[in-house]
């Protein structure tokens, strides 16, 4: 067999999940200087940069959620697919270990996470067969929030502030600009799109998510869709939805589409978004050895440049300073818009922890709580825990518990990203509690700002969803909504709702 193959693919674990490429990285950096400085908009790219800065530097995963790890590999004719599928799946375990990547594989019935990222479905590997002696291997870590931002329109369709998108490629255009208007910040903007057109349910899906192996400044070599690509990106960004939905110039840094034969019947435009943390790698293989010849994207017309030339998140003096447990009276002083620094204790629950405390009484004191919408990367140490990655997740999946939660127990601050919806905009301003938007991905940013982890409770849920006691230092967030009905989020979805309006038609 071949005796590198298992370091090969492992260290293309490693790298696609701590590392981004180059070609993501120049198109950040432009984003970067896209903001005016001192915006909202520009002090999440910051952190942003920081952040992917931090990863490379100390081999930690860029973003907590690792997403499905999703392998194309093609083999020269006679390759034994089933003994590589067999090894990639053992990298795959081994990457978790190390913590690059998050145990990711739920149980879709009973909810158990697998531990080791290996389950039915997962990892995703394709193989395809081609006539060259090489074996090139590419992978792309997808996470939840953006994969749940994905869509599929049966065309014709009505879509709400674009009218009828028919079955042409000025439809296609209209499709994409409403999925990109509908992720919002939900999906970790600035982000790309893959697009599909045509295909069926399917495979449209598959081709759409294949786009995002292209490089994000290659040209479409089918002059119809070049054109597309860049008539999307010449108007998406007018959209001011911006860096996490917080208004701003740059909402999307790529669109890759292609197009596949479709049923007369059928015409279907499915896409798929990718986050800022933009994953994917590849590798070619000494098909003899399975030693790394060559890495992809990586080549010297893309450079890797680092993100930040000078200092990253700093202070303007204006930041409010929090230290949890909160009072009514700390939050009511807050508004849409205040960046906050909080200390203190800080307990994470998601989607497991919020449908338990629905039924049952919190494993702590929630009274004055701040509540983190976090799955984090935490390994252990002798009789501790350390946490290696801790970004925010989607807190919309919370919408239907978070309201209640915040009535019965006393939470004053909710922290995650991409906002929440009206159930818990009325919470929060008739009990007293915000919602702080964390800038999503910036997984090792925020990992720094926990001092300790204290405890955890409900760990029979798995590492991810399970309910972690974090004490934290100055970690920062922006107040987005309010204890007085004010949301950010709502006004930038109107105003950019406004916007598509003119620009989509
Ligand atoms: S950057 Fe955001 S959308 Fe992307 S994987 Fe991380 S949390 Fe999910």
């Known amino acids: 067999m071949l005796p590198s193959f298992f370091d090969s693919v492992l260290q293309l674990i490693v790298k696609t999940s701590t590392d981004l490429p180059p070609d993501v990285r120049a198109a950040m950096k432009h984003s970067l200087v896209s903001e005016t400085e001192g915006t909202r908009a520009s002090q999440a790219l910051t952190i942003i940069a920081q952040n992917i800065d931090l990863a490379a530097d100390a081999e930690g ?56 990222n290996l389950g039915p479905g997962t990892p995703i590997i394709h193989f395809d067969q081609w006539e060259r002696d090489d074996i090139e291997i ?129 015409f279907f435009v499915s896409v798929a978004y990718d986050c800022w943390a933009f994953r994917r790698l590849g590798v070619v293989l000494d098909a003899s050895t399975g030693a790394i010849k060559q890495w992809l994207y990586r080549d010297p017309s893309h450079p890797i440049i680092p993100m930040l030339d000078q200092a990253g998140f700093t202070r303007t003096g204006k930041e409010v300073t929090l230290n949890a447990p909160l009072s009514e009276n700390d939050v009511r002083a807050l508004k849409v818009g205040d960046v906050v620094m909080i200390s203190g204790r800080m307990f994470t629950g998601r989607d497991a922890v919020h449908s338990h405390l629905m039924k049952n009484a919190p494993p702590v004191d929630l009274n004055g709580a701040v509540l983190y919408h976090c799955g984090p990367v935490v390994v252990k140490e002798g009789e501790g825990w350390r946490v290696t990655a801790a970004g925010p997740t989607t807190s919309i999946r919370e919408e239907p518990y978070q309201g209640e939660i915040i009535k019965r127990y006393g939470v004053r601050a909710v922290i995650g990203k991409g906002g929440m919806g009206a159930k818990t905009l009325a919470a929060l301003k008739e009990h007293g509690a915000v919602y702080l938007n964390a800038i999503g991905g910036a997984a090792q940013f925020y990992a720094r700002a926990i001092q300790k982890v204290d405890g955890v409770s409900l760990l029979e849920f798995g590492t991810p969803e399970a309910m972690w006691h974090l004490t934290v230092k100055d970690f920062p967030a922006i107040v987005t909504m309010d204890a007085h009905g004010n949301s950010l989020h709502k006004d930038v979805e109107q105003e950019s709702g406004a916007h598509l309006e003119t620009i989509g038609v």
């Open 138 to 266: 590419k992978l792309i870590l997808k996470g939840g929030g953006c994969e749940n931002t994905n869509a599929q329109y049966a065309l014709p369709v009505e879509l709400p502030h674009l009218g009828r998108a028919d079955r042409t490629l000025e439809g296609v255009r209209k499709c994409i600009l409403h999925a990109v208007w509908n992720a919002q910040g939900k999906g970790c903007s600035p982000g790309a799109v893959g697009v599909c057109i045509g295909g069926d349910r399917t495979s449209g899906y598959t081709q759409a998510k294949e786009q995002l192996f292209r490089t994000l400044d290659d040209v479409n070599p089918d002059a119809r869709l070049a054109e597309l690509e860049s008539s999307i990106m010449s108007t998406v960004n007018n959209l001011e939805i911006g860096p996490m939905g917080f208004g701003g110039k740059v909402t999307l840094i790529g669109c890759k589409v292609g197009a596949l034969n479709r049923l007369p019947a059928s």
């Open 61 to 116: 995963a860029i973003c907590q959620d690792t997403g499905m790890p999703t392998f194309e590999v093609h083999v020269p004719i006679g390759a034994n697919q089933i003994w590589m599928r067999q090894q990639i799946r053992e990298a795959v375990r081994e990457a978790t270990t190390r913590g690059k990547l998050r145990p990711n594989s739920v149980d879709s019935i009973t909810g158990k996470n697998s531990g080791d």
